[in-house]
Structure formats: structure tokens, C-alpha cells
């Protein structure tokens, strides 16, 4: 070969190599050009379906499976904003990983992982880096105990709204530059969907508590109405009652002691009179209003009550024992109808509480409001009844012997000076009633 041809050769196994060297380049490239649409149509296909959950809870849990199958993890955990207390982050859900803790893990937003994280949102961190760079913070004790291995931002709007931790993969290989792309994204779209569902469950609460307040709205409309009613037909019984019972008198002075007119009599009267209370009741119900409004030291009313029925009291073979801790007590309200309110409560546990038992009655200072309780030793009231029992006519006494308003006034009064009034049963037995209403705040009152 001559010298002209030989250097042709060489120029043409050059090109060849270089050739060679392009198209491996290119296979290369091609190659992970597929890989990274086969990730993001991967992507495209789990965010559409997870945009259809609109369950948090489902979504967090689909989310995790969906991580550890498409990346072959062992396990994986997502952080996300704690409801209620949205500047920290909880740990929300997580799967292949041993926790030895039974409470919320819970990493602070304020905290320097956050921190160092919400700097650089779009990239993944490796466990080495961060417990290098972060040494001591107890949030590198909290990944630790989460066994991870990478942690990718879950960022919307440029804001942290979450972290996704993974574990090592199951192959024991590191995680490549297109894993970590790949969760990137996947992280990304996650946030959006999780946001979905946090936004529709909100959305639910607030449906679910207009609903309540709608409920609300019309149960004290029809009490109103009921109301007005009973205070008409209260107004027109009335009358004829006291008609009754002015005859009734004189047919017990017409008649003889021992027969049975005289009998009958004393019946129709003792019934005139239950008809007279429950009349007397019903107006009451309807007119909270009557009563004026004055300062009032509610220690003193509950003291003159408790004296009021201290004969009665130790009649049936009860106890009863006070604690005050306020005095003088000051609210704004009118005394008569406290007392009134006392008195219901003090007959209602009278009656229900068997002979050797004890009424416990306490007055406390809660920030502005005192806190009066009323405690007896009695059988409770059961479970199904306590949503019930400050309803009018709801009453368990057998026979004819309560109206079931009791309670209904008690609530009317409390609620018109801007208290209210619970009943709940005590972890030792018997039925216990909370007065809380806001007290005067005066520079003398003593705590
Ligand atoms: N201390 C208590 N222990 C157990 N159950 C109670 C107690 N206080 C109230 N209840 C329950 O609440 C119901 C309603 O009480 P409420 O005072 O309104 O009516 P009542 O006592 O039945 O009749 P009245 O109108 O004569 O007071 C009672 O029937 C009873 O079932
Ligand atoms: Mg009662």
C-alpha cells in the first residue's frame, strides 16, 4: 500500500472509532430519554389516578404502595401538616418501617431541617447529607428512627406542605439521578393531590358544621314557637284552674271528713295542683325574661338554696357538702331566677340519688368565668339520654310525677346571661351538672 492510501486508512478507522463513540453516546441518550418518558407517563398515570381519592387518609396510604412498588423500596413515610396546627408537620402515614414509638412523631416547622430544606425545594436529600450538615437536631433522630435514606420536598407554590421519605431499595443499589428525578416530580404532583383532598375534606367539615348550625337554627325556631304556644295555653288554663280550685274548697267544706266525696276530692285537688305547676313551669319557660338583672354574689344565692332545702334534704338521709373557693362570686343576673335554676338541680339530684348518698356542690374560678358543678351519688344518667335531658318534656319519671321541664328552664336562664350548662356523668358514678357563666370582673374579687 502505498504511503497516500495507508494515511487514507488511518483517517477512515478514525472516523469509524469517533462514529462508534457517537452512537453509543446516542444509544445512551435514547435510552434514557425513554426512561424518562416511561417515568413521567408513570407519573402522568398515578397522579391522575390519585387525583380521583379524595379520602386523605386513602390517598396517603395509595401514595405510599404506589412509591415502594414503582421504586422497590423497602418502606417509605409521609410528613404532612398537622391539622389544627399547621406550622408543624406530622407523621402522617408509613409502610415497611418498624416505629418503637406509640405517639404522634412530629417534626417542627420551625426547625432547622425545615429550614435547611425549604431552601432548595427542588432536589432530593440524602440521609448522609443532612445528618452531616444538621448534626444534633432532633429531627435527624426522628428520619433515623424512620430508617430513611432519601428525603424529597413535597413543595406547592413554593412552600413546603409535606416531606416523602424512602428507605433503601430493596436491590441494595443507590438511588440514580433519574430515581431521584422521578420521585422529584412524583413528590410534586403528590402535594397537589394531598392538597386536593385536605381542601374537600375542609370543605366537608364546614358543610357538615353549616348543616349543624342550620339544625340548630331550626330546633330554636321551633322552641320558640313552642314557646309562644305553651305560654297561650298556660295563660287560658290559668283561669279555669283557679276557678277549679276555689270550688273544690267549698266542696271540701260541704262534705264530711270520712267519706268518699272527701276522697275524691283530695284527689282532684292534688292533680289541680300538678296541672297549677306545670302551668306555672311552661310560663317560666317562655318568660326568662321576667327577673331583673342585677349584680349578684352567687355564693350567697347558692348558700340561701342550699339552706331552702337543707330540712328536705336530710329528711331523705342525704349529705350534702359545698366547696367554695370564690367570694364574693359576681355575676350579672337576676338572683330569684339563679336560685330557681339551683333549686331544679339540687330536686332533681335529691330525687334521684338514694338515701345515704351525697350532693356534691362546688363553685370555682375558670379565667373569666366561674364554674358551678353539682355532683350527686345517684345512678348517672345513661349514655342515650345525655344528648336529651335539657329538652322540654323530656323526662324518665315514671308515671305523672315530672314534666321534663326542669332542665329546659335551668338552660333557658343560663343561656340568658350568657352561660351555659352541661350534664355528663363522673368517672365514679352519678350525674354531675356544669354551670359555667362569666363573672363580674372586679379589682376586690378574690380568686
Ligand atoms: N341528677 C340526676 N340524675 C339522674 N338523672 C337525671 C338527673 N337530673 C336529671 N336527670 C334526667 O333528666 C331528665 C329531665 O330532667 P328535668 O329536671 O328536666 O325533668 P324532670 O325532673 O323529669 O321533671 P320536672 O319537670 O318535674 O323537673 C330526668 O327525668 C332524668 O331522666
Ligand atoms: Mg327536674
Known sequence: MSGKAKDNQVKID???VELDS???????????????IFDLYTIFEISRHLNTVLKTDDLLD????????QMGINGAAIFSRMIGDESNFILARHRGITLETEGDIVLRGDGRLIKYISSEQSRTYDFAELSRDLSGCDDIRILEMCECELVIPMSLKNEICGLLLVTSKISQTPFFEDDRDFLLILANQLAASVENANLFEREKTAFEELRKTQEQLIQSEKLAAL????????HEVNNPLGIIKN?????????????????YVGIVSEEV?????????????YRPDSGEEVETNISAVLEETLLLVSMHLEKKGLTVEQDFQVEPAMIMASPEQMKQVFLNLIMNATDFTPAGGTITVTLESDGDDLLIQFRDTGPGIPEED??????????TRKGASGTGLGLAVCKGIVQKYNGTISALNHSEGGAVFVIRIPRIKRENNDE
Do not use: C, W
Open 273 to 285: 295542683d300538678r296541672i297549677a305547676r306545670i302551668v306555672r313551669q311552661l310560663l317560666d319557660f
Open 14 to 16: 478514525q472516523s469509524q
Open 62 to 69: 395509595a401514595i405510599i404502595l404506589t412509591i415502594i412498588g
Open 247 to 263: 270550688y273544690l274548697e267549698l266542696m271540701s267544706i260541704e262534705t264530711g271528713e270520712n267519706d268518699h266525696p272527701s276522697e
Open 386 to 395: 345525655l344528648p336529651r335531658v335539657f329538652e322540654p318534656f323530656f323526662t
Open 227 to 234: 314557646g309562644q304556644l305553651s305560654a297561650r295555653v298556660a
Open 22 to 36: 457517537k452512537i453509543d453516546e446516542l444509544t445512551q441518550t435514547n435510552k434514557r430519554l425513554k426512561r424518562k
